[in-house]
């Protein structure tokens, strides 16, 4: 499989803390995107980084991308319990590959 | 929400029946694919189509089979449903640049029961 793995699987934290969570790929990449999923609900785009990109940022989101290292992260600074949801991280070439996702669980 | 609905949004059908999905868009992309999800696996591609009547395999098409005759419909079929069918199906929409794909959208999801 051409997955991303995310990690950590499942994250807990309290309200106004970061959330950090990590993606890593086996194969090279256009971009790097991320995505939410509120729960029983579609995918939302959140942020996209480019391969020739190293960091981008998008309001409290901050993205990194490692491309020797096949790995991106995805950091929610002060965080808020209406960014409880489900992150992923895709891979794309012309098609898409998600990983199995994070779980963030924000307590108010 | 772009402009993506799915039909239906839930069924429950029986083993070995057929099964047509249906994802339609108004934003005109090129690019239309068909997902599931399953706890424990995330999304996995079904079929994407790159065009009008193009279509190409993902990484779980056994069983599944696709047809885009309009620019603005998707149809995902499943000849004869099987109880691994059950799942949550999410059809999503892309367009490319010189830079490679752009973000995809996502439809709201067709429950599918096979029992």
């Known amino acids: 499989s051409q997955q991303g793995e995310e990690d950590p699987q499942a994250l807990s934290i309290q309200e106004g803390e970061n959330a950090t969570m990590n993606c890593s790929y086996k194969?090279?990449?256009?971009?790097l995107q991320w995505y939410r999923q509120n729960s029983g609900r579609g995918l939302v785009h959140l942020i996209l980084i480019r391969s020739n990109e190293r960091e981008k940022h998008s309001g409290r989101l901050r993205v990194t991308l490692d491309t020797s290292k096949k790995s991106s992260s995805l950091l929610i600074t002060a965080s808020r319990a209406a960014d409880t949801a489900s992150y992923f991280c895709?891979?794309?070439?012309?098609?898409?590959?998600f990983g199995t996702g994070t779980s963030l669980t924000v307590i108010p | 929400d772009a402009g993506i609905t799915q039909s239906p949004r839930h069924k429950v059908t029986e083993t070995g029946t057929p099964v047509t999905l249906r994802c339609h868009q108004t934003e005109n992309h090129r690019y239309m694919y068909w997902y599931r999800q399953d706890p424990g696996h995330g999304l996995r591609l079904i079929h994407y189509?790159?065009?009008?009547?193009?279509?190409d395999k993902g990484e779980v098409s056994d069983g599944y089979s696709v047809s885009r005759s309009k620019t603005e419909d998707f149809l995902l079929t499943l000849e004869s449903a099987t109880s691994s069918q059950t799942s949550v199906y999410f059809c999503a929409i892309s367009d490319f640049g010189s830079g490679g794909p752009y973000e995809q959208y996502f439809g709201p999801g067709t429950r599918l029961t096979v029992t």
């Open positions: 189509s790159y065009g009008v009547k193009d279509t």
């Open positions: 895709a891979t794309s070439g012309e098609q898409f590959y």
């Open positions: 194969t090279s990449i256009n971009n």
